[in-house]
């Protein structure tokens, strides 16, 4: 066996990067998401004359 010390600075290893990683990626998809949320119209009509607004359907009145 090799009696060798490994003397790379921490960015130079890979398992920080491993570590890092998924938070990483979670922060970027919550990002995603927020921006989703908050520029999509989600109210808009399905056919002319009716509306969706969450789970609720109903008739837009004329």
């Known amino acids: 066996m090799s009696n060798e010390v ?18 990483a990626i979670g922060a970027i998809g919550a990002a995603i998401t927020i921006y989703l949320a908050f520029t999509k119209d989600v109210d808009q009509p399905i056919r002319d004359g009716v509306s969706k607004q969450g789970l609720k359907v109903e008739q837009v009145a004329k």
């Open 6 to 23: 490994n003397n790379k600075p921490w960015w130079k290893q890979l398992w920080p990067w491993l570590i890092i990683s998924g938070p």
